[in-house]
């Protein structure tokens, strides 16, 4: 039977994350649960603001519409998820988790109007050949009816639980169609509106802490740089998904390219010195 | 092209009656200090000291340049004023690019066609040694919200959000806002894509400077270009220049880009700095100021590509817009009697070209039954182009049309004949847009 | 361009330091603006005779001026005219000229004295003859005496020529007005009867196109100037490297620009289309375009020689040729060239120049008789030193002596010159036929 909490709103991810990290820390000391806990979170009536929703427009490239990105609602969502992940029955540390992948599914369009029904669960805890996968899946619903389906995947490294996963692809530098030239403060920029202040992102001191030689940009701001870069095409349903393969250190420069394709679009983003991706993806319009 | 088209409807001519440049200075060059209203100032004055405009009340002057200072909100009013035209000559600007001087003349054209105007002067200028430098954005929304703050709390608010970074200017780039890759890195790929070689671009760009200076040598540019600034000619024009020298330059654009780099500075435009206008006006309005029409616009079509998405190289609009306009006027390259294509850079005439000659192309992109056509060299840039004179971005318009309208009037009355003398005018823009329009001798 | 010394010597204490030194005293010229008079107080017309009469009459009534027959104490005349057409012997000079001295310290500045006589002929009988002949070096020494501006020149008449002939009177006006303030010391000749008096002495060119090459500074872009404000259409040319400031020009003067080098084989070609496409005519081509490159004989290069011979005359020779085979210059047609007093009495270092000048002056006797069925003339304007860029890169101790070596001790501007260009192509100057007036302030060389 699956325990329901509601939240009366979505939680400020600063403190999730503070409470994750002593998590992490008492987790390294004993072993943790290795099942995931049956419960679903859930925060009734989210909106957005307009100020908010402009912010993250200009700062993505996305067009002004009243419609939200994909990638703000799961800005405004995916903290629900956060919370989920910090309860002390979840089997893996925050600390150290890696978002390997997201596959978003934009039913239909959220308009800045609508009040958001976010409810988010863990699924598919998994062996992987570097350690243990997990599935946080966040669903969106408007008027009673899913509009935005969210699956984010997270690797802990090292936490084996058995099960090897499949080998990476072989990634060739197709020809590129643009580039992104990434300041040292876009960590901090969308910091400012996704609230995802982990210290990876903010400064080469803070990421240095945490193993990294520079700060790295968040995979959802790549990931939403290549949806803004696919444009209208997209449609007002479609399912967008990528991988995020190495980080992109900042500042630094990533080669891309954003096509058609058969089914929709793909899209890539790789260092074009050393020929290695950070991220692949596409995106399929729907019907 | 199989799409049902509805013939131009019946209106009068508009005719190219002149035009003036002053002479395309590389940027940094003897037009450093000179601003675009200098420029656009100094062409119009030419243009009237040629026609005998002084006190003239034109019925319309449109220009406009790509870099513009935001004081520069009305330009072109601006560079009437200061001129020898009549007060009451009204003025607008535009904006389309490198096509903005092709777009001032199709726009003014179609007005004196429509009889809404009886004379027109279209023009273009830039200077990229004048760029206007911005403050950063972060800068300028502080400032704003600091003007906007009325308590003390609330200014302070605004200062604080001021970083150090933020103070540095920000000056233009060609980059294209999508994409963030220089004109040059997206030609490059356009360039590999069509497997353009360094030596046809560079007998593409040495053929440019000879004709230019050919053109030159012959008086050519007597009734076309005014000098300016102690300049009399092109100054990016190289009459000894020759394919081994050319084929000494390295590779400037594509570097760092996964594809064979072939594009050096001497088969691509440097910056340059320059104006142009044209006089346009109707056969009366011709016939009352004793003004000789040289040639007529005959229509014009503009075309785009989704460059973003790769599926065409940024320059390549052309290439889409050209077979629908002579479609729409039934009309083939084979009866076009010159064919100017701006050379943005070398490799842009040659991929378009390639584009035309493809098969695929032709089936596939602009749904032909094969290639869309082969371009006659002879035919093609006749007294040079933009890798000659140089490329102020909306002055480019302006120069082609003015020169070649004079060929055209020249190659009728040479022949005797009223056979059609046309001419296609092609310019590639920024945004993937693209701009053509076919012109007839008078 | 502005000469310091003439400043210096005309104002305070300086002007009292060299006066006292005796140095020269070159007095500041009065030049013409639109609405002013002819003249600024009675003028004075001596010499017997019905001619004499008939001058006296015409001044009087078409002109409305104050016109005494004899001086009359205590008055300052403006002008003198001395009328001696009738003029059969020597002895008949005394009392005309004595008239004159009298009254010459009474001349206020810039007045001026003009002599209207008969050319001495081969056939004339020697009394006559050398009567005529006399005037001539009265008028220049005469000329050398006044001061303050003053100039003296004569008008000298072809046998037949009535002294109310157009071009008679036409000279006369020019002479006495400030149109001619650098003119001095000349005697130009009148050979016919030919020429038209305008309607309106403020526009005599109204209705004329004119074109002026060369006009794109200097003495070219005055003769545009004048040329406009004298009622003129001008065709602005110059080569296309002064295309800038040619622009200016052809803006201010409300004319066209040409851009042309006429040199080029086409020159004439395109003058003329442009003239007669642009404006429907063509009735005044001024050659005004000019280089020097000077070098001492002994240094000359073939490029400097020929370049000069190229542009100074060879391209008139051209350009005349089209005017004259077109059928469009037909129409009282009038060819002005610019000589140079270089062209008259020679210059160190300025062969090639001093050629190409003395050519344009052969030129023009040889070219008038070929416009005369059209009531046509080609003349030339030889220009002494005039304050331009040129002469502003003369060495100063050079230009300072080459200023002074004037009756009127300066130099002239450049507007002199087109004031005496735009008398000779207004149809007053009809009966003035290969002639060629200096615009020199009466340089101690040459003729």
Known sequence: MTTTVVLPKVPALGGLFARGAGLSLARRVRSGPTVLPDVEYVVRGVRASSDHLTEYQHLLGESASDALPAGFVHVLAFPVATALMVRSDFPLPLVGLVHVANRVTQHRPVLLTDALDVRATATDLRGHRSGTQVDLVTEVSVDGSVAWRGVSTYLARGVRLGGSGDEPATFVPPTPTGRWKLDGDIGRRYAAVSGDRNPIHLSALSAKALGFPRAIAHGMYTASRALADVGAGRGDAFEWSVEFVKPVLLPGTVTVRVAGSSEGFTFAGWDARSGKPHLTGSVTPLR | MARPTTPTPEVRRAYVLGGNRIPFARAGGPYVRASNQDMLTAAIDGLVARYGLQGERIGEVAAGAVLKHSKDFNLTREAVLGSALSAETPAYDVQQACATGLETVVSLSNKIRLGQLESAIAGGVDSTSDAPIAVSNRLRRALLDLSRAKTVGQKLAAVAKIRPKDLAPVAPNTGEPRTHLSMGEHQALTTAQWEITQAAQDEVALASHQRLAAAYDSGFFDDLVTPFRGLTRDANLRADSSLEKLAKLKPAFGLGLDTPATMTAGNSTPLSDGASTVLLGSAEWAAAHDLVPLASLVDAEAGAVDFVHGDDGLLMAPAFAVPRLLARNGLTLDDLDYIEIHEAFAATVLTTLAAWESEEFGRTRLGLDGAFGTVDRAKLNVHGSSLAAGHPFAATGGRIVATISKELHRRKAASGSDAPVRALVSVCAAGGLGLTAILEAA | ?447
């Open chain 3, 1 to 447: 361009m502005s000469d310091t010394y003439l400043n210096l010597v005309n104002s305070g204490f300086t002007k009292k330091v060299a006066k006292q030194l005796g140095l020269p005293q070159p007095s500041p010229l009065r030049r013409y603006e639109p609405g002013q008079p002819l003249l600024q107080g009675a003028v004075l017309v001596l010499g017997r005779g019905s001619e004499s009469d008939a001058l006296a009459g015409f001044l009087s009534s078409d002109w409305d001026l104050d016109v005494h027959r004899h001086a009359t104490p205590g008055t300052r005349y403006s002008a003198v005219v001395l009328a001696l057409t009738e003029l059969t012997h020597p002895d008949q000079l005394s009392e005309p000229v004595l008239a004159v001295g009298a009254v010459l310290k009474e001349l206020p500045k810039g007045a001026r004295v003009v002599t209207v006589s008969r050319a001495p002929r081969a056939d004339d009988a020697p009394a006559v003859a050398a009567a005529r002949q006399g005037v001539d070096g009265l008028l220049r020494s005469l000329a050398k005496e006044l001061r303050g501006g003053s100039t003296g020149n004569g008008v000298m008449l072809a046998a037949g020529v009535p002294v109310t002939a157009p071009s008679v009177v036409g000279a006369l006006r020019f002479f006495l007005s400030t149109k001619s303030a650098f003119v001095d010391g000349q005697l130009l000749a009148v050979d016919s009867t030919a020429g038209t008096l305008p309607d309106d002495w403020a526009a005599p060119l109204a209705g004329r196109v004119a074109v002026v090459t060369g006009a794109a500074r200097g003495i070219g872009a005055s003769i545009a100037d004048t040329l406009a404000r004298d009622g003129a259409t001008v065709v602005a040319v110059d080569v296309p490297a002064a295309g800038e400031q040619l622009v200016a020009v052809a803006n201010r003067v409300r004319g066209t620009a040409l851009q042309l080098d006429v040199t080029a084989d086409d020159a004439g070609a395109r003058i003329l289309e442009h003239a007669l496409q642009r404006h429907g005519r063509i009735d005044i081509v001024v050659h005004n375009a000019g280089i020097t490159r000077d070098k001492l004989l002994a240094n000359m290069t073939p490029d400097k020689w020929d370049s000069v011979l190229a542009v100074n005359i060879a391209s008139q020779l051209r350009i005349n040729e089209a005017l004259l085979t077109s059928g469009d210059f037909t129409d009282a047609p009038r060819i002005v060239s610019l000589a140079s007093t270089s062209g008259i009495a020679g210059n160190r270092g300025q062969t090639n120049y001093a050629a190409s000048k003395g050519g344009v002056i052969g030129m023009v006797r040889a070219t008038a008789p070929l416009l005369e069925a059209f009531g046509g003339t080609a003349n030339a304007v030889a220009p002494g030193f005039i304050e331009t860029e040129m002469t502003a890169r003369i060495p100063a101790v050079t230009r300072q002596v080459a200023r002074r070596l004037n009756s009127l001790q300066q130099g002239g501007q450049p507007v002199d010159v087109a004031e005496t260009v735009a008398f000779l192509a207004s149809p007053a100057a009809g009966g003035v036929v290969g002639r060629v007036l200096r615009v020199c302030g009466q340089n101690m060389v040459g003729q």
